[in-house]
């Protein structure tokens, strides 16, 4: 019984000396990774570049873009500069300027959606940006483009035009094998033919009526070419004022000024069948006179 009482002081002391020993190694290995952390100083948001030890921070480019001035705008905003920077593109299309049908000019007004990962590399100056909170930029500019569109004006005015607005880089081209080189918008455009329809079609309408009229009145009523040569003369003048509405291009001619052209030719042949008409009635009778 003498024995065992000082065997369990000793193991006692001995469990004690290792708990403590743990305890002081613990705190020896937190106090050196505070050490390390203080001594990285917090990146500062104002003041120079030219003022900061950079080396603190690391050596490569991209670590440098969380300045706000004095760094390399030309540095692409990525943490690694072996990885690509997506960037998103959309139009959204507000107003139509001008389609100058004769030179092929499409004028437009559009917004230029363009959203990037991370940041730009190139600062704007008093520009509105939409910033999400996983870090994309978003920078709608309105903008006025002119565009060349090939326009077909073969069926007008129920015509279509397809027109393309190719975007790519400004400042070069790189050879890509894909499909992702340029970004292309097609523009479908139709012509509103409710004017042309009230101005145009419906009086070619009405004096192509008035000149098949001219066969229904008898020989003896002295009207039929007088008619004929109103509606003629109708045709001369109207074929001015939708000349004016036409597109002008001569590398296609519209089918309703062929149809105008046509009901024009008709109308003078109803003429001269009315003249040798009225010479068969008439001629008889004046010859025996």
């Known amino acids: 019984m003498l024995l065992v009482a000082p065997i369990r002081a000793v193991g006692r002391g001995v469990a004690m000396a290792l708990v403590l020993s743990m305890l002081l190694q613990l705190i020896a290995l937190v106090n050196s990774q505070v050490t390390e952390n203080s001594e990285l100083p917090a990146i500062p948001s104002r003041e120079s570049a030219a003022d900061i030890d950079l080396s603190k921070f690391g050596a490569n480019d991209e670590q440098r873009l969380y300045l706000l001035r004095d760094y390399d705008k030309a540095v692409r905003p990525v943490f690694n500069a072996s990885s690509v920077v997506k960037v998103f593109i959309g139009l959204t299309l507000t107003h139509i300027f001008n389609i100058d049908e004769r030179n092929q000019v499409l004028a437009l007004n559009v917004w230029v959606e363009q959203t990037c990962a991370r940041d730009f590399s190139r600062g704007f100056v008093d520009t509105n940006l939409h910033a999400s909170y996983d870090g994309a930029i978003q920078w709608a500019p309105p903008q006025k483009i002119y565009s060349r569109c090939h326009m077909d004006v073969a069926k007008f005015p129920f015509d279509h035009q397809f027109c393309s607005l190719i975007f790519r880089s400004c400042k070069g081209f790189i050879h890509i094998d894909s499909l992702y080189s340029t970004?292309?918008?097609?523009?479908?455009?139709?012509?509103?033919?409710?004017?042309?329809?009230?101005?145009?079609?419906?009086?070619?309408?009405?004096?192509?009526?008035?000149?098949?009229?001219?066969?229904?009145?008898?020989?003896?009523?002295?009207?039929?070419?007088?008619?004929?040569?109103?509606?003629?003369?109708?045709?001369?003048?109207?074929?001015?004022?939708?000349?004016?509405?036409?597109?002008?291009?001569?590398?296609?001619?519209?089918?309703?000024?062929?149809?105008?052209?046509?009901?024009?030719?008709?109308?003078?042949?109803?003429?001269?069948?009315?003249?040798?008409?009225?010479?068969?009635?008439?001629?008889?009778?004046?010859?025996?006179?």
């Open 183 to 289: 970004v292309v918008f097609e523009l479908h455009l139709r012509r509103r033919t409710l004017f042309f329809m009230y101005n145009i079609i419906a009086p070619c309408v009405m004096l192509s009526i008035l000149t098949m009229m001219q066969f229904l009145l008898p020989c003896e009523s002295g009207e039929k070419v007088t008619l004929g040569l109103t509606v003629l003369l109708a045709y001369s003048v109207f074929s001015f004022n939708i000349a004016e509405s036409m597109p002008e291009t001569s590398e296609v001619i519209p089918l309703i000024a062929i149809y105008l052209m046509a009901i024009m030719g008709i109308s003078a042949l109803s003429v001269s069948f009315s003249v040798f008409v009225l010479n068969l009635r008439h001629g008889a009778d004046y010859s025996d006179r």
